[in-house]
Nanobody, 122 residues
Framework: QVQLVESGGGLVQPGGSLRLSCVASGTIFSIRAMGWYRQAPGKQRELVAAISNGGTTNYADSVKGRFTISRDNAKNMVYLQMNSLKPEDTAVYYC????????????????WGQGTQVTVSS
């Protein structure tokens, strides 16, 4: 079973930066895409950024130009560099892996991390 573990969340002042990391562990042959989602209190979970195994990226309009997603396929890790943080970025950030294959020709599955809190406040 593949598990995702996030790290790097915390409290930061408006205008500050944080870098989130997520590692996928277990028996992994390939992962099609990895991404970051967030959920603020009282709101639905939303996509923040995603990256394919080929490096194609996708960002929510609200974070374009401020956040950068990157990936290390060899280490099964994904990162989210967050700059110019705003109070409205406050949320629990979740890592997701799509299209996990544990053996050649095997079925695909998805997995979520447990989430890491990001709080932007003065």
């Amino acid at each position: 079973q593949v598990q995702l573990v996030e790290s790097g969340g915390g409290l930061v002042q408006p205008g500050g930066s944080l870098r989130l990391s997520c590692v996928a562990s277990g028996t992994i042959f390939s992962i099609r895409a990895m991404g970051w989602y967030r959920q603020a209190p009282g709101k639905q979970r939303e996509l923040v950024a995603a990256i394919s195994n080929g490096g194609t990226t996708n960002y929510a309009d609200s974070v374009k130009g401020r956040f950068t997603i990157s990936r290390d396929n060899a280490k099964n890790m994904v990162y989210l560099q967050m700059n110019s943080l705003k109070p409205e970025d406050t949320a629990v950030y979740y890592c997701k892996a799509d299209g996990i294959v544990t053996r050649w020709g095997g079925p695909r599955s998805d997995a979520w991390g447990q989430g890491t809190q990001v709080t932007v406040s003065s």
